[in-house]
């Protein structure tokens, strides 16, 4: 029997309503093969952690989670903590420290959910963004001089080293070639004249190893645009920090919703855990209510499958969120419905029951 350690780090607002369907799915998965078994440790941290006790983690928080097979996270940020320290403190803190370099967000419109966009065939919205996820514009780098005074001065430093470029667009070029799909980088090299023109360049090297993946180069505004005018473009991409922070939001409301959005920030190495979590925030606006929508959630309880080595659970986990769309009866506000949080989450776990069923 295979035992999976798996961190729960509930957050704040929506993230522990959300992430409490995850879980249910995810027991739901292990209930069907005996040979898998999650162990859960859960976390207290967050917001309210910090209220409490003036930090957002244990300060041992860090070591604490190292040996885990799998971070499963909600959501981190709330009014009355400032949004650069809760997000810095936890969640920013765990994808640094553990290398998770890689940010794999699929923007995929699924069968049932809806698109925004007029004529637009399903398939044609297919992507699957790979963001970099340690450094760039989120590096941290940078100073706030004469703080206050007349001549106030703030500096946001981008960092972009060789290897941090290099290894997240090579990451890129071997997916979109295991996948045989073409690869685009988006960048903004006319403006951001020493970090994207060594973006570009990095790029233009990497290549130079994959003869047969066909590629595309966009600079960040244009593609902005052309997801929303020829989405079909798009298949692997590849962008820094920010850009894919921005552009999968976009892609979200491009594929059902933010509320459906999923990602996984992985080290690649496997030397630290990797973390599974939803793209979107603590959502305040709608917490503590039952209308968050945990389909995000579920969804990156099928990545965690995926990255566990149970694809086949992963992929059926995704036909129930497409069972479940495409019927459409149980689906919170932001999707029309009027179902609540747990009741999407139950009705997932009969649709598995019976898709299981029909694949025994
Ligand atoms: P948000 O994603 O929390 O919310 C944006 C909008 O989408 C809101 O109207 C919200 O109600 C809605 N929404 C989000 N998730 C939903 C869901 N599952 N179901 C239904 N509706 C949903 O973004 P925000 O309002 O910009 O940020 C709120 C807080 O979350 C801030 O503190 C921010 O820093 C933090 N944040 C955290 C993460 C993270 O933990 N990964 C990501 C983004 C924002
Ligand atoms: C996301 C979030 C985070 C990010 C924030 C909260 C730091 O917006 O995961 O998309 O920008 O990485
Ligand atoms: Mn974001």
New binding site residues.
Partial sequence: MSIYKIAVIP?D??GPE?LQEGIKVLNKMAALDASLHFEYTYFPWGCEHYTDHGVMMDEDGIEKLKNFDAIFLG????PGVP?HI??WDL?LKIRKSFNQYINIRPIKLIKGAVCPLKDVKREEVDMLFIRENNEGEYAGAGDWLYKGQENEVVLQTGVFSRKGTERVIRYAFETAKREGKSLTSISKGNALNYSMVFWDQIFGEVSKEYPDVKIASYLVDAAAMLMITDPKRFEVVVTSNLFGDILTDLGAALAGG??LAAGANINPEKTFPSMF??????????AGKG???PL?AIWSASQLLDFIGYEHYGKLLLEAIEVLLVDGKVL?P?MKGTATTSEVGDRIIEVIESLSLKLA
């Fill in positions: 957050g607002g929506i959300v959501a981190v940020g709330y949004d809760s997000l969640l933010i509320g979590e939803p793209i979107h925030g603590s959502a305040p606006d709608i209308l968050a929508n995000a919170t932001d």
